[in-house]
């Protein structure tokens, strides 16, 4: 029996409403540091929506999927809606990392100046729905409450690495 069972849904929305998170991480790669900070909610049914930047670098959105759809990415990449903006395709990002696994990353801002357009319909926006299509052709959707988005991005745009 899953813990999710046990728990009333009720706190896993609001888990996942809290759950955003400021991290700041240090990664080795070959005797070189790179520095980034990540911000991240979860969905009801589990998922994350995480954005990432890298020190003086652009910011990426990362859509990840529970595990029990790996290779969901494999066929069509997803497109995904803001509120009742138009309908993007991660697909038509220039600098996208597609993964056959449970994740996808794509740039959604070039983190120098000003948040572009893209990233302030994120940060202004109230949810955020995204489709994706698994092996037999089965569309699934993955919803995000962005209450609170604005704040955390800001936060990832402007504090310092202490």
Known sequence: MEMRS?????????????????VQHLEA???E?????????RSEDGHTLKF???LNGPVTAWLILGKKLEGAFKGRLPVYRIDDGSIRSIADS?????KEGTYIN???DDGKASPGQLLKEFMEGK?????????????KEAAFDLSGCREA???LLTSRLD
């Open 6 to 22: 046990k728990v009333p849904l009720i706190l896993w929305v609001l888990v996942g409403l809290v759950e955003l998170l400021f």
């Open 29 to 31: 790669s070959a005797g």
């Open 33 to 41: 540091w790179h520095i980034y900070k990540e911000v991240r909610t």
């Open 52 to 54: 990432c930047k890298n």
């Open 94 to 98: 220039e600098k996208k990392t597609p």
């Open 106 to 108: 794509w740039e959604i």
């Open 127 to 139: 949810r955020v729905v995204f489709q994706y299509y698994l092996y037999d052709g089965v569309i």
């Open 153 to 155: 991005i800001s936060e």
